[in-house]
């Protein structure tokens, strides 16, 4: 071969490449953050902007925002990592016997050894005790518990598990709308038929069943829907989803066939007076035999939100329920493949089902750090209902749930021409005038999917509450100078 | 009937790994004897998996600390910790969104341990620079190899996309190609030269499958996993220009390049040896580097810590490569720091550094002495023959089995050295993994033990083997 035909072309490139990846976006960590980095390097580097530091509010990631951990989660972590610790008297002895317990299930007692696939086996069993006790002692089978690396992996694992076939009996999963994008992502790698069904704006962003009909008849037309996926409490809009409503999607997924899949991450991030977190499966089990011996499901959980906020564990879990066991064999074998989830989020994870109890020298710390942490956030998410609703322009709905605001704006003829202009979705173009004039990075709401001439940003809840009300001022103002400059 | 009866075919092909049925059984027999119950032996060990922690070695003490300082800072105030853990831990918490190891990092990872990562890796290479941006830290190598994949994997038929991979071959590698709609195009290593690549074999390999799918790249093992040769210089450039001429996308697994056992054979990577070929081959091959902390004198495979160096790639499918990984978030903290160790180590001068170069020391000491004394004693049995471990952290000897056993397997419906394993498993309370599932020369039979374990275990792995392997070439010889 001449050495100029093999300079020529590259193995792989845009056009040799699987055409599936390229159709992946994720805007939680797409073009903006990129350049809210950029801009970081350069207020580093001295130059002048009209401000003085990036505020990073696109991503649900309470530590980055001063979250504290939960003391007792990072004392037993130290001594799983390093049990000489484990003389030491500065930890309490709970906080020593977990770590101990935890050791014990691992290879060669080391939280550096691989463990099973599908997790430790005591921690499985910890977390099935914990799903029982949340519902109200509906069974649970450690052996339909699956650790994940946060919950991102077990997602994407089903969603591998279910999408098959070919042209019009490609399967089709449906994804509400604003979804949080790993979703759409996943979709569009696997190529599988991303079937939206839209939340209500007009009423908190709620389901209504009669959507869920609307979406599946037209998408029957040309795809073979086979999964309903659901985020309760909801991401990025915030809802918490009524009993009655969960229960109408359950009889929806019984009637149509449909394999259940509740992202609920979210679980203890519940603010709202009147608002509750009613699990999957528990209401599927209080719907009696008819649904909960045959609706399957799929329910997922991280130790990176509610009140822990461990996302750099990268710990989670899933429980499967009422799996053909034959497909429940493929699935353990997919997991195989990616060896196992972190050991340290795995203990994590075991930490947060199996919190200390009353009567244990941890127990009062913990619940102060814990209702401190949660009532803390129910404060900023009223504040930033609050707030953003006193400017014109700004609609948000009560964040009733979850880490996120999100607001609708309403943009000027002349920006939003201005933007198509630039190949820009508006509120990209509205995000990117916000960064840069006032170093604030939030995620436009084209990156999570949204009505057709409506636009929205989602805005974590996340900085402290000084910082807070500085950003949504910050917000305020700019809005209104851009109200101003393109009207 | 289920919803999800009619799942892909994709995942119907994976084929499980034998392995699960020992490591289930194993199990079991560890809870029986927990229990109480009798057994002809006191304890089960398990050297079937490539896990230095499980196989009894300790972890590195100063990784330890480090990790337990960044988990709960509040040890930086206390005399416990020697003053260089506390500082690099201080530092590495700095770098942490929050100071906090719970925070998210940037997708590739904490900038700073992928700048530690470039050094690393310049400074083996002999000055070959290296990219920040070109590191990407994932979840072990294995997250790494299956990001790759899922570049290429597309298309069916004759359009399907073939990756050659060695024989001997490392079963996780297969099922992920499998499990992406992949073809494996499965090339011989040649077991009587010492496992070495052979390039008229891989040219055979790559004829017969361009017949029924397209090859795009050209898996390597090196050192090898689980045969243990260590490539050459030149066996490198040939298989470069190999890829070159073939137009293959080169993927170089190279997580046991801490582990040499050989005193004459020495770790090259292939990015060096790319390097010094010089133009055109070092500016337009496309390469793919593998490294991780669960292998190594670290062996904390728990961790999740790998990365992948990507050398000549297209700029705009390093764009797609990079939003396609931002979507699973980053890489678990822990898993980094093991990196940044691994990367930059403590130095002469600093407070750790001569327990710390005794413990890596005995580390290397121990399998060095491993790799040795495992050939000796297995070279030494009627009916197994063992090829020289010059690298990584397997033995892999042939057995020779006589017919009976063979017809027996076949019997029962397994594979030879898995029935081999099974009763190894139930007389001796040892657990080793099967040949069978690495693919091999047809007819041929062998088994993986990993040498990553205390002397005396292996000692004691020595013992029972040779006794059982003795007894069961008496039982089924005619």
Redesign the interface.
């Known amino acids: 071969?001449s050495?100029q035909r093999?300079?020529a072309?590259?193995?792989?490139?845009?056009d040799?490449?699987?055409?599936?990846?390229?159709k992946?976006?994720?805007a939680?960590?797409?073009p903006i953050v990129l350049r809210a980095?950029q801009i970081e390097k350069e207020l580093k580097e001295g130059v002048q902007k009209p401000f003085s530091e990036v505020i990073?509010a696109n991503?649900g990631?309470a530590?980055?925002?001063?979250?504290q951990?939960i003391t007792f989660f990072?004392?037993v972590?130290?001594?799983c990592?390093?049990p000489e610790?484990l003389d030491?008297d500065?930890f309490p002895e709970d906080a020593k016997g977990r770590a101990r317990r935890i050791l014990q299930g691992?290879?060669?007692q080391?939280?550096?050894?691989?463990?099973?696939s599908q997790g430790i086996e005591c921690v499985r069993q910890d977390v099935a005790r914990y799903v029982e006790r949340r519902d109200g002692g509906v069974p649970s089978d450690p052996d339909n518990i699956y650790l994940t690396?946060?919950a991102?992996?077990g997602i994407v694992t089903m969603l591998?598990?279910?999408?098959?076939?070919e042209g019009r009996s490609r399967t089709g999963v449906m994804i509400s709308i604003p979804q949080y994008?790993?979703y759409s992502?996943?979709l569009a790698?696997l190529g599988a038929v991303q079937v939206n069904y839209f939340l209500n704006e007009e009423r908190c962003w709620s389901l209504d069943v009669s959507e869920l009909r609307r979406a599946l008849a037209d998408a029957r037309r040309h795809c073979n829907p086979?999964?309903l996926c659901i985020i309760n409490p909801g991401n990025p809009t915030g809802q918490v989803q009524s009993r009655q409503c969960i229960e109408d999607v359950i009889r929806f997924a019984a009637k149509e066939?449909?394999?259940l899949m509740a992202d609920e991450v979210y679980q203890d991030n519940v603010y709202a007076e009147g608002c509750e977190f009613h699990s999957f499966k528990k209401v599927l089990f209080e719907m009696g035999p008819e649904f909960s011996s045959t609706v399957?499901l799929a329910s997922f959980h991280s130790t990176s939100k509610c009140y822990?906020?461990?996302?750099?564990?990268?710990g989670g879990y899933m429980e499967v329920v009422n799996?053909?066991p034959?497909?429940k064999a493929?699935l353990t074998?997919?997991v195989?493949?990616?060896?196992?989830?972190?050991?340290?989020?795995q203990a994590l994870m075991d930490l947060v089902v199996n919190p200390p109890q009353p009567g244990e020298p941890s127990y009062s710390t913990f619940i102060r750090e814990r209702k401190a942490t949660l009532s803390s956030l129910a404060e900023r998410a009223r504040l930033t209902e609050q707030i953003l609703n006193t400017v014109p322009g700004i609609a948000c709905n009560p964040v009733q749930g979850a880490m996120y605001s999100f607001p609708r704006v309403t943009l000027p003829a002349r920006a939003i021409r201005e933007a198509e202009e630039r190949g820009q979705a508006p509120d990209m173009f509205y995000c990117m005038k916000l960064l840069e004039e006032t170093g604030i990075c939030l995620v436009p709401g084209s990156g999570f999917g949204q009505r057709d001439g409506t636009f929205h940003f989602r805005m974590t809840i996340l900085p402290p509450t000084d910082k807070l009300k500085i950003l949504l001022s910050k917000v305020k103002d700019f809005h209104q100078r851009f109200i101003q400059q393109y009207s | 009937m289920s919803v999800l009866r009619a799942i892909s075919p994709d995942l119907s092909r994976i084929r499980l790994v034998d392995q699960d049925c020992l490591s289930k059984r194993a199990a079991q027999i560890r809870e029986a004897l927990l229990q109480g119950l009798e057994r002809p032996f006191k304890h089960l060990i398990d050297i079937s998996l490539g896990d230095a922690h499980r196989g009894g070695l300790q972890p590195i003490t100063f990784v330890r600390q480090v990790i337990s300082a960044c988990l709960y800072p509040s040890l930086l105030d206390s005399g416990r910790l020697p003053t260089d853990v506390k500082s690099r831990a201080r530092n590495l918490l700095k770098q942490c969104e929050g100071e906090s190891v719970g925070s998210y990092t940037a997708t590739c990872g904490l900038p700073k341990i992928q700048h530690s990562l470039s050094e690393f890796i310049s400074r083996r290479d002999r000055g070959v620079p290296s990219s920040p941006e070109n590191i990407f830290i994932t979840s072990g190598s294995q997250q790494a190899l299956m990001l790759v994949l899922r570049l290429f994997v597309h298309g069916k038929g004759s359009l399907q996309t073939g990756i050659m991979t060695p024989v001997p071959s490392s079963p996780l590698f297969n099922m992920a190609l499998s499990s992406l709609g992949g073809a494996v195009v499965p090339y011989h290593l040649c077991e009587e030269e010492g496992w070495t690549l052979r390039l008229d074999e891989m040219r055979r390999a790559l004829a017969t499958a361009r017949r029924h799918c397209n090859p795009m790249g050209l898996y390597v093992i090196n050192p090898g996993n689980p045969v243990g040769q260590v490539q050459s210089q030149k066996s490198i450039e040939d298989v470069i220009r190999f890829a070159a001429e073939e137009k293959l996308f080169l993927l170089a697994d190279e997580v046991y390049q801490d582990s040499v056992h050989d005193p004459t054979a020495e770790f090259v990577s292939y990015k060096r040896v790319l390097h010094e070929m010089g133009p055109p081959y070092s500016n337009t091959v496309e390469l793919a580097s593998f490294n991780s902390a669960s292998k190594g004198f670290m062996g904390e495979c728990g961790l999740r810590g790998g990365y992948v160096e990507f050398v000549n790639l297209d700029s705009a499918v390093m764009g797609h490569i990079y939003t396609l990984f931002s979507t699973e978030a980053c890489t678990a903290v822990m898993g980094q720091i093991a990196l940044d160790i691994m990367a930059n180590p403590p130095r002469s001068g600093d407070a750790s550094y001569t327990a710390f170069f005794e413990e890596v020391q005995n580390r290397r000491n121990t399998l060095n002495n491993n790799a040795k004394r495992v050939q000796e004693t297995l070279n030494s049995l009627d009916g197994m023959s063992c090829q020289p471990i010059r690298g990584g952290i397997y033995a892999f000897p042939q057995l020779h089995l006589p017919a009976r056993a063979v017809a027996k397997a076949e019997e029962a419906g397994v594979a030879p050295d898995l029935l081999y394993c099974m009763l190894l498993l139930e007389e001796m309370g040892l657990c080793v993994g099967p040949g069978s599932e690495h693919l091999q020369r047809k007819d041929t039979h062998h088994l993986r033990l990993c040498i990553a374990t205390p002397e005396d275990t292996l000692q004691e792995v020595l013992e029972r083997l040779s006794t059982f392997h003795l007894h069961f070439m008496r039982l089924f010889s005619g």
């Open positions: 071969m050495v093999m300079m072309e590259k193995v792989l490139t845009v040799t490449m699987n055409s599936c990846v390229k992946v976006e994720y939680v960590r797409g980095v990073k991503i990631d530590h980055a925002m001063g979250q951990p990072r004392q972590l130290a001594m990592s390093y610790l030491d500065r691992c290879g060669g080391s939280i550096g050894a691989y463990s099973a690396t946060g991102s992996d591998k598990l279910l999408v098959a076939g994008p790993l992502a996943a790698e086979r999964a066939r449909l394999f399957e822990m906020g461990e996302c750099g564990f990268r799996m053909d034959e497909v493929q074998k997919l195989s493949v990616r060896l196992c989830p972190p050991v340290p989020g």
